[in-house]
Each structure stands twice: as structure tokens, then as C-alpha cells.
């Protein structure tokens, strides 16, 4: 998983399809980027925030109860012990050092279950930004323990009120927002999508949970990668992290999709949001809207470089039901006490799924995630 | 140059064609989609209304290739790049082409990206205009202008459609940087939303483009005569100024 194309692309994926007025900065940020991806001072700063402010590197788990219940060795890395709960604080820590460095005094940023905007939330606080974050008003309704901590963090949490209301209808939101203010703002976005430089750079701000994960696995399996790398994938940020950390080695790779936003599963391409993707989309090319249990995965689309590797057959997608991830929720949380966000849950009821033929393999799954958000949603539907 | 959103109520095409009969020099028609990131919450309803309503671009090209000889003016369709690479590019070409449409604006297909559909655009005989925006280098301006055909589209301000209290200073100043650089007539859109204000950046530019605030009629549902009124209000204003 290496740089895109000149223009921007993975392959046939990716590009950037913005509005004129965008154009020049996103140029800026392609700029601005690579010249902090190597500038060492830049990587050190970098480094010591992951270190010292969101308590990097976080853990490999073993599992033996799971493991033996499923007759899969699992290995968990432990993305959801990171400060603010999950992969996000990487990828935003990055760009408001970057913003920052690029002069800008605001973040404006989309969220769907509120872990990208409360890590984007965080990192104004910590680096005295100004801050907006949508979130669709469906989202704010479930997940409305995160609006708060925004708030408490002294962002201001704009709801999205048009379309579906949710993630995608933020990302709309948050980029109408970005183009009347882009000389002071920069648009903090979660994952590896929209316009070129973002796939590229969000992926590279996430590396390093595969590179850990490769370091880690190392020493536990005596210099060995696992059977299969595997994680949930929504706009596909936390997946993109650590396949970047396996993609060269013989591990098998496999993105796991809500059934409701199956984005992989249905492989038609489109162009929303900046870049060329698979895309759920009606027989006229308007964007649908997804369907999941979990906000964070509640989006029609799917990262750009996400699209390429599941055309060239280096990962494979897999697409569980709601029902499959409440299993699996409950699943883990009662044999490890280990309670996962709804979004890895996906990824591990994909292998609870598939124990059969992973009979006896090692399977790294990265646990993007903790459930504390998701607690009181599931409460309803556990009792 | 009004913007209407095709399909949007039973009498958007009747609209269309009084808005002509107004004094319209060419009519730009919305093809409704679903994630319309470069407007504002006028248009966006529009938009919404229309798809619930169950137009699509098919329908809405057959209704305006029925009623060519009625609307008498060239019209531009605006719509996003999917509807266009969903259908494929050659295919949604053709089919403005055979509906009688001179122009096409997708406004998130931006100069870098343009080729592959101007290529087919192109060769059906549909003119692609392009966006200018006030943020665009100097060097970047012509660039835009060489490959934008009919006419080239200035960005009246950094933002989204929509009405705003005054013209903001960069739609005169976007005006000014592109007649300097093209002979293409220049029309400046976005936040041009009164016909004072029409008239004030039509001092420099060669036409303006006037959406949310006719889309805001036919969201009233003033009917074909209550916007064509509208339309003829801005008429007035512009031969007034140029008298």
C-alpha cells in the first residue's frame, strides 16, 4: 500500500471530484502533507503525541477463552484503549499537527457515531483550535453521549439535517462548511475517503497501528505474521491502518461491511464525496442510504484504495448482519471482558461466522474501538 | 441565465417555458441529486422535493426534448458527476445532445478531472462550462477558460448557492480576472440572488445566473407566472442598467 498516482488514484479509484473552489486546497493539503510526511521534526512531534497524549502503542491481546470457544486463535490489537476510545485520535492528532502547521486556526470535521468527532474535538482542545462538527440528527438522537463530550470539549456540534440524516449527510455538511472557510479551516475528515490527499493521508496517519501490529505479532508468533488480518470497514480507516502493516506479507486480508452498507458487496463505482469508489446508489446514480446497527459504519461508500484492493483480489470483503454483530458484541464482552464498539463487532462476527474454514489459523483482528458509547443503545435491544 | 430545478413540482416544464417567454437569454434546468455539496439548503430542498416526486434524468431530458420548441432559448442541464458516470459518460452526453440541451455544468468535476467526460461531451456536441472560483490562481484561470466551451462560469463568492444580503466583492473581482484572461462570455453565479444585485455584476460580467432565489418561488409555488415574474423583474434591472 504504497503512494497514489500523480492524479490521485488507486488504480481505476480515487481522484478528486471537488467543486472548483476546493480545488486549491486540496492542492495546499497534497503539499502541505508531503512535506511534513518528511520532515523528520514533523514525525518526531508526531510520534511523542501518540506516545505521550493518546498512550501509544496500544496492546496485542491474546484471546484463550474466545479462542477456545470459536477454535480460531485471535489475536486483538487494542485500538480501544487509545485516549477517546478508539483508532480516530491517530488520524486527527496528524492533521491538527498538520493544520497547525499549515497556519490554520479552526477544524471542521463529519461524524457518524461521534469517535471521529470527539477525537477531532479533543485535538482542538489540545491544540487551541476553534471547532465544528457535524453530525446528522439521527446520529445525535443515538449517540447523544458523545454530542455532549463535544460540547464539554468546547466544540460546537452542528446536527445535518438533510437526506438520511447521518453520516453521509455530515460529510455534505462539512464540506459546504469547508468551502467558505478554507483559508482558516481545515476539514478534519475521519477516514480514507473523500478528494485526493485524504485516502492517502489518513491511511499513512493509521499506518502506524499496522506497524505496530506487525512488530507485535512478531514477537508473539516467533517472527511470523498471522493467517488473516482482519477488520470492520465503514469508510474503512482502522482497516486501511493495519492491512498497511500486513500488505506485504502473505497474510490474507479481509474488510468485514454491515450488510446495510455493503458498499464492496455491491461493487458498482461511483463518484460521491470527492473520489471514485464502490458506491451504494439507486439505477440513476443517487447515493442510498445505508442501513446498519452501528452509526460509525452508517455510510454508503467505501474508501477509494479500499475499492482497488478488493478489484485486484489482494483483500477480500465480507458483509454480517445487525444480528451477527449483537452475537458477537455479547460474545466478547462475556468471554474476554473486552466490550467492543458495534463497529469491530462487525469484524469478529465475520470470524464467528466463518470459525469453520479458520479452524485452527491465527486471525489478527484490529479492535478499532470500545463499546462504552454503544452501551445504553444496546441495552435496549439486550434488556 | 435562471436556474430551475427539473421536476420539481407538476409544472416545472410550463415554468420553464414562461420564464423564457420572461425574458430569459438561456435557462439552466437542475437534474436533481441526492448529495449536492455545492448548494445551499434552497436548492438542496428542491432537490429533495423532486426525487420524492420521483424525477429522474431520464424523465426530466424526455419532458425538456417534448418542449424544446416552446422554451425558444439554449438551456445548460447542472447536475453532479455521478449522474453522468452512473449512466456513462458517452451515454448522458448523447442523451442532452438528443433532448436538444447545448451545455452541461457538473460542479464537482473540477479542470483535473474534466478530461474523460469533455472528451465525450465533446464529440456529441454538448458544450462543458466550467467553474472559476475567486481562490483560483492566476495561472490557473486560463487554464479553466481554454477548456470550458459556451460560456465560463465565475463563482460569485467562496461558498454555497444561496441568496445573500449583498453581492460580495468577489463576483465583480472573479468577473474582472476572467475577461482579462478569455473571450468567452463570463456569467457569475452563486450569491447573485436580487436584480440589483444582478445588474451590479453584470457591469463587468457578461451575464449572471440567478437559482435559489427563483427555486425559492417555485418552492412557494408560485406557478409558472409567479416566477416568470421574477424573472422578468431581473430583465428589467439588466436593460435598465445597460440602456
Same mark, same amino acid.
Given at each position: 500500500?504504497?503512494?497514489?498516482?500523480?492524479?490521485?488514484?488507486? #488504480?481505476?479509484?480515487?481522484?478528486?471530484?471537488?467543486?472548483?473552489?476546493?480545488?486549491?486546497?486540496?492542492?495546499?493539503?497534497?503539499?502541505?502533507?508531503?512535506?511534513?510526511?518528511?520532515?523528520?521534526?514533523?514525525?518526531?512531534?508526531?510520534?511523542?503525541?501518540?506516545?505521550?497524549?493518546?498512550?501509544?502503542?496500544?496492546?496485542?491481546?491474546?484471546?484463550?477463552?474466545?479462542?477456545?470457544?470459536?477454535?480460531?486463535?485471535?489475536?486483538?490489537?487494542?485500538?480501544?484503549?487509545?485516549?477517546?476510545?478508539?483508532?480516530?485520535?491517530?488520524?486527527?492528532?496528524?492533521?491538527?499537527?498538520? +493544520?497547525?502547521?499549515?497556519?490554520?486556526?479552526?477544524?471542521?470535521?463529519?461524524?457518524?457515531?461521534?469517535?471521529?468527532?470527539?477525537?477531532?474535538?479533543?485535538?482542538?482542545?489540545?491544540?487551541?483550535?476553534?471547532?465544528?462538527?457535524?453530525?446528522?440528527?439521527?446520529?445525535?438522537?443515538?449517540?447523544?453521549?458523545?454530542?455532549?463530550?463535544?460540547?464539554?470539549?468546547?466544540?460546537?456540534?452542528? =446536527? =445535518?439535517?438533510?437526506?438520511?440524516?447521518?453520516?453521509?449527510?455530515?460529510?455534505?455538511? *462539512?464540506?459546504?462548511?469547508?468551502?467558505?472557510?478554507?483559508?482558516? %479551516?481545515?476539514?478534519?475528515?475521519?477516514?480514507?475517503?473523500?478528494?485526493?490527499?485524504?485516502?492517502?493521508?489518513?491511511?499513512?496517519?493509521?499506518?502506524?497501528?499496522?506497524?505496530? *501490529?506487525?512488530?507485535?505479532?512478531?514477537?508473539?508468533?516467533?517472527?511470523?505474521?498471522?493467517?488473516?488480518?482482519?477488520?470492520?470497514?465503514?469508510?474503512?480507516?482502522?482497516?486501511?491502518?493495519?492491512?498497511?502493516?500486513?500488505?506485504? %506479507?502473505?497474510?490474507?486480508?479481509?474488510?468485514?461491511?454491515?450488510?446495510?452498507?455493503?458498499?464492496?458487496?455491491?461493487?458498482?463505482?461511483?463518484?460521491?464525496?470527492?473520489?471514485?469508489?464502490?458506491?451504494?446508489?439507486?439505477?440513476?446514480?443517487?447515493?442510498?442510504?445505508?442501513?446498519?446497527?452501528?452509526?460509525?459504519?452508517?455510510?454508503?461508500?467505501?474508501?477509494?484504495?479500499?475499492?482497488?484492493?478488493?478489484?485486484?483480489?489482494?483483500?477480500?470483503?465480507?458483509?454480517?448482519?445487525?444480528?451477527?454483530?449483537?452475537? +458477537?458484541?455479547?460474545?466478547?464482552?462475556?468471554?474476554?471482558?473486552?466490550?467492543? =464498539?458495534?463497529?469491530?463487532?462487525?469484524?469478529?462476527?465475520?470470524?464467528?461466522?466463518?470459525?469453520?474454514?479458520?479452524?485452527?489459523? %491465527?486471525?489478527?483482528?484490529?479492535?478499532?474501538?470500545?463499546?462504552?458509547?454503544?452501551?445504553?443503545?444496546?441495552? #435496549?435491544?439486550?434488556? | 441565465?435562471?436556474?430551475?430545478?427539473?421536476?420539481?413540482?407538476?409544472?416545472?416544464?410550463?415554468?420553464?417555458? =414562461?420564464?423564457?417567454?420572461? @425574458? *430569459?437569454?438561456?435557462?439552466? !434546468?437542475?437534474?436533481?441529486?441526492?448529495?449536492?455539496?455545492?448548494?445551499?439548503?434552497?436548492?438542496?430542498?428542491?432537490?429533495?422535493?423532486?426525487?420524492?416526486?420521483?424525477?429522474?434524468?431520464?424523465?426530466?431530458?424526455?419532458?425538456?426534448?417534448?418542449?424544446?420548441?416552446?422554451?425558444?432559448?439554449?438551456?445548460?442541464?447542472?447536475?453532479?458527476?455521478?449522474?453522468?458516470?452512473?449512466?456513462?459518460?458517452?451515454?448522458?452526453?448523447?442523451?442532452?445532445?438528443?433532448?436538444?440541451?447545448?451545455?452541461? !455544468?457538473?460542479?464537482?468535476?473540477?479542470?483535473?478531472?474534466?478530461?474523460?467526460?469533455?472528451?465525450?461531451?465533446?464529440?456529441?456536441?454538448?458544450?462543458?462550462?466550467?467553474?472559476?472560483?475567486?481562490?483560483?490562481?492566476?495561472?490557473?484561470?486560463?487554464?479553466?477558460?481554454?477548456?470550458?466551451? @459556451?460560456?465560463?462560469?465565475?463563482?460569485?463568492?467562496?461558498?454555497?448557492?444561496?441568496?445573500?444580503?449583498?453581492?460580495? +466583492?468577489?463576483?465583480?473581482?472573479?468577473?474582472?480576472?476572467?475577461?482579462?484572461?478569455?473571450?468567452?462570455?463570463?456569467?457569475?453565479?452563486?450569491?447573485?440572488?436580487?436584480?440589483?444585485? +444582478?445588474?451590479?455584476?453584470?457591469?463587468?460580467?457578461?451575464?449572471?445566473?440567478?437559482?435559489?432565489? !427563483?427555486? %425559492?418561488?417555485?418552492?412557494?409555488?408560485?406557478?409558472?407566472?409567479?416566477?416568470?415574474?421574477?424573472?422578468?423583474?431581473?430583465?428589467?434591472?439588466?436593460?435598465?442598467?445597460?440602456?
Amino acid at each position: 500500500m504504497g503512494e497514489p498516482s500523480a492524479d490521485g488514484r488507486f #488504480g481505476d479509484f480515487g481522484g478528486m471530484f471537488v467543486p472548483e473552489p476546493l480545488v486549491p486546497a486540496c492542492q495546499e493539503l497534497d503539499r502541505a502533507f508531503r512535506s511534513a510526511w518528511g520532515d523528520p521534526a514533523f514525525r518526531d512531534e508526531l510520534d511523542r503525541l501518540l506516545r505521550d497524549y493518546a498512550g501509544r502503542p496500544s496492546p496485542m491481546t491474546e484471546c484463550p477463552n474466545l479462542s477456545k470457544e470459536l477454535g480460531v486463535r485471535i489475536l486483538l490489537k487494542r485500538e480501544d484503549l487509545n485516549h477517546t476510545g478508539s483508532h480516530k485520535i491517530n488520524n486527527v492528532l496528524g492533521q491538527a499537527l498538520l +493544520a497547525q502547521r499549515m497556519g490554520k486556526t479552526s477544524l471542521v470535521a463529519e461524524t457518524g457515531a461521534g469517535q471521529h468527532g470527539v477525537a477531532t474535538a479533543t485535538a482542538a482542545a489540545l491544540f487551541g483550535m476553534d471547532c465544528v462538527v457535524y453530525m446528522g440528527t439521527v446520529d445525535i438522537a443515538r449517540q447523544e453521549l458523545n454530542v455532549f463530550r463535544m460540547r464539554l470539549l468546547g466544540t460546537e456540534v452542528r =446536527a =445535518a439535517e438533510t437526506g438520511s440524516r447521518t453520516l453521509k449527510d455530515a460529510v455534505n455538511e *462539512a464540506m459546504r462548511h469547508w468551502v467558505a472557510v478554507a483559508d482558516t %479551516t481545515h476539514y478534519c475528515l475521519g477516514s480514507v475517503m473523500g478528494p485526493h490527499p485524504y485516502p492517502w493521508m489518513v491511511r499513512e496517519f493509521q499506518r502506524v497501528v499496522g506497524e505496530e *501490529a506487525r512488530c507485535q505479532c512478531a514477537e508473539i508468533l516467533d517472527g511470523g505474521v498471522p493467517d488473516v488480518v482482519t477488520a470492520a470497514v465503514g469508510g474503512g480507516s482502522n482497516a486501511a491502518g493495519i492491512f498497511a502493516g500486513f500488505a506485504n %506479507t502473505s497474510a490474507e486480508l479481509v474488510g468485514v461491511e454491515p450488510a446495510g452498507g455493503a458498499a464492496v458487496g455491491r461493487s458498482v463505482p461511483g463518484i460521491v464525496h470527492g473520489s471514485r469508489s464502490y458506491l451504494m446508489q439507486d439505477e440513476w446514480g443517487q447515493v442510498l442510504e445505508a442501513e446498519s446497527i452501528s452509526a460509525g459504519l452508517d455510510y454508503p461508500g467505501v474508501g477509494p484504495e479500499h475499492s482497488h484492493l478488493a478489484a485486484t483480489g489482494r483483500a477480500t470483503y465480507e458483509q454480517v448482519s445487525d444480528a451477527e454483530v449483537i452475537e +458477537a458484541f455479547s460474545l466478547l464482552s462475556r468471554t474476554e471482558g473486552i466490550i467492543p =464498539a458495534l463497529e469491530c463487532a462487525h469484524a469478529l462476527a465475520w470470524v464467528s461466522r466463518a470459525r469453520a474454514e479458520l479452524a485452527g489459523r %491465527t486471525v489478527l483482528l484490529n479492535l478499532s474501538g470500545r463499546g462504552d458509547k454503544d452501551v445504553d443503545q444496546m441495552m #435496549g435491544i439486550l434488556g | 441565465m435562471p436556474y430551475l430545478t427539473g421536476g420539481l413540482g407538476d409544472d416545472w416544464l410550463e415554468t420553464i417555458c =414562461a420564464v423564457a417567454g420572461a @425574458g *430569459a437569454d438561456a435557462i439552466e !434546468i437542475g437534474v436533481p441529486f441526492s448529495d449536492p455539496v455545492m448548494d445551499g439548503t434552497i436548492i438542496q430542498q428542491a432537490n429533495d422535493r423532486a426525487l420524492s416526486e420521483g424525477a429522474t434524468p431520464q424523465s426530466i431530458l424526455a419532458a425538456v426534448s417534448g418542449a424544446a420548441a416552446d422554451i425558444g432559448v439554449p438551456t445548460a442541464v447542472m447536475t453532479y458527476v455521478n449522474i453522468a458516470h452512473h449512466m456513462g459518460y458517452e451515454r448522458f452526453a448523447s442523451s442532452l445532445a438528443t433532448a436538444g440541451v447545448s451545455g452541461c !455544468i457538473l460542479p464537482d468535476l473540477p479542470l483535473e478531472e474534466v478530461g474523460e467526460w469533455a472528451g465525450c461531451a465533446d464529440a456529441a456536441g454538448v458544450e462543458t462550462v466550467l467553474l472559476a472560483a475567486p481562490t483560483a490562481p492566476d495561472e490557473r484561470l486560463p487554464r479553466i477558460c481554454a477548456r470550458s466551451r @459556451g460560456f465560463v462560469y465565475g463563482v460569485g463568492l467562496m461558498g454555497i448557492t444561496g441568496v445573500r444580503e449583498e453581492l460580495a +466583492a468577489s463576483a465583480t473581482r472573479t468577473a474582472a480576472r476572467l475577461k482579462a484572461v478569455t473571450d468567452r462570455p463570463v456569467l457569475v453565479g452563486v450569491g447573485v440572488g436580487t436584480p440589483a444585485q +444582478a445588474a451590479e455584476v453584470c457591469e463587468v460580467a457578461d451575464g449572471a445566473v440567478v437559482g435559489s432565489a !427563483i427555486v %425559492t418561488r417555485m418552492l412557494e409555488g408560485a406557478g409558472p407566472e409567479g416566477v416568470a415574474a421574477l424573472v422578468a423583474e431581473f430583465r428589467s434591472a439588466l436593460d435598465a442598467a445597460h440602456s
